[in-house]
């Protein structure tokens, strides 16, 4: 069955990284864009960073441009988030998804993400 499995959590301190992998099965890895999204308590889920399938084009928010990597190793059926210079507002839960569309125009957008991961906490706390 489609699997999508986020690790690589965890506390670290303001200005510190953290490399989060998205780790997919049971579907063609290649064929499909993926997109790393977080939600905060009390907030709605947003979208942080996308990479498309076809050629590896990258996308992300306003908030994390600069800081966010995104990346794919389709022989490795994963995706990772390379985090720099984190800040507090970073902390949330990440998520990675399939998406079927992004823009970028106004924002970062996505659509179509049909299969999600259960999420990797982020903590970034002095």
């Known amino acids: 069955q489609v699997q999508l499995v986020e690790s690589g959590g965890g506390l670290v301190q303001p200005g510190g990284s953290l490399r989060l992998s998205c780790a997919a099965s049971?579907?063609?890895?290649?064929?499909?864009?993926i997109g790393w999204f977080r939600q905060a308590p009390g907030t709605e889920r947003e979208g942080v960073s996308c990479?498309?399938?076809?050629?590896?084009?990258?996308y992300y928010a306003d908030s994390v441009k600069g800081r966010f990597t995104i990346s794919r190793d389709n022989a490795k059926n994963t995706v990772y988030l390379q985090m720099n210079s984190l800040k507090p507002e970073d902390t949330a839960v990440y998520y990675c998804?399939?998406?079927?569309?992004?823009?970028?125009?106004?924002?970062?957008?996505?659509?179509?993400?049909?299969?999600w991961g259960k999420g990797t906490l982020v903590t970034v706390s002095s």
């Open positions: 049971g579907f063609t890895f290649d064929y499909y864009h």
């Open positions: 990479i498309t399938s076809n050629d590896g084009t990258t």
């Open positions: 998804a399939t998406v079927s569309i992004v823009a970028q125009s106004g924002g970062l957008r996505m659509y179509g993400m049909d299969y």
